[in-house]
Structures are given as structure tokens and as C-alpha cells.
């Protein structure tokens, strides 16, 4: 159990079978009344976020999470598969949990997958991914006056956008926080 005194940024709580982190927190103290503390917290299972005010010394249920290192292994109809590194045991995500990231996922990617009570409920790509340039239109000669850019699909079916230098078969370095190219990388 957790009392607000151990409330901050992060902290994940359980309300009501819910997980929920902490994105805010103010502690206020009024000059009549007792002190109280303003939350604003993310659901961890749909991403809503709500507002709720606890009575200082309040308590609330540490959030049942277990975080394992996964290995992404192929794509199966609507499910993508993943082996757990430790165990070797298999779990099937649909695309809707997986969001953007399942088009910069590439067989073998190491992940972390996060765990409510057993059932997984949100993962975390590598902050960086290696990809290929599988089609992009070509740059010309010229054309770097402006710091000017084009969309390029990548080997994963995801597209980003690119300087004009890049052409297809090149490597590029990926940013997996925003899903932005960040560099070219040198074979």
C-alpha cells in the first residue's frame, strides 16, 4: 500500500482493479480545513486520464505489474507473436495493443511487455530501431538549399520521413519514442 506522502511522478497505483500512473500531483494545504492531495492519473488500460483529490495520509493498492523482456517472432493473421526470453512461453498480441509500433517491429526485436494481473497490457519498443529503406522517391542533386525532407516506407511497412540524401537500402536509425528517423547508419 502506498500513502500520498509516497505519491510522484510514475507511481503506479491500483483503484478499483484499474491501474493508473501518476502524471501530476500537487500537495495543497489550505489555511482552514486539512491538507489534501490533487492527482491527475493515466489508466493504464484505455489512457484516459482523470483528476481525483486524496485526503493527506490517504491509502492506496500498489498496482499489480510485472514488466518481462519478450522477443517479437512473426506476424500471424491479426496477432503478432512474441517469446518470452526467460520461459520461452509464447503470447499473442492483436495490433490494436500494439498501436504504432507494430510497423516498426522487426523479427527478433527485444521488447519489454507490461503485465496487469497476468494479462498484458502495454509494451515498450527499444528506444532506437535499425530499419531498411524498402521505397522512397530519389533525391536530386540541388535539392539541400532547405533543410527539406520525403516520406520513405520502411522494410516493416512503416513510414517516416526522411532527408533527401536517404535512398532505398539504406539503414536508418529510428526513434521509437516518436517514430522519427534520427540518422543514417554506416554498414
Sequence with gaps: MFSTNDFRKGLKIEMEGVPFAIVEYQF?????????????????LNGNVIEKTFKSGDKVDKAD???????????????FVFMNNTN??????DESMLGRAKDFLKENTVIQILFHNGR????????????TIARTEPGFKGDTATNASKPATLETGG????????????????DTRDFSYSEKVNR
Design 28 to 44: 495543497v494545504s489550505p489555511g482552514k480545513g486539512g491538507a489534501f492531495v490533487r492527482t491527475k492519473l493515466r489508466n493504464m
Design 65 to 79: 505489474l510485472e514488466q518481462f523482456e519478450f522477443q517479437y517472432l512473426y506476424k500471424e493473421g491479426e496477432h
Design 88 to 93: 520461452y512461453e509464447q503470447t499473442h498480441l
Design 120 to 131: 498484458p497490457i502495454g509494451l515498450d519498443l527499444p528506444t532506437f530501431v535499425e530499419l
Design 159 to 174: 513510414v517516416i520521413t526522411v532527408p533527401l540524401h536517404i535512398k532505398e537500402g539504406d539503414m536508418v536509425k529510428v
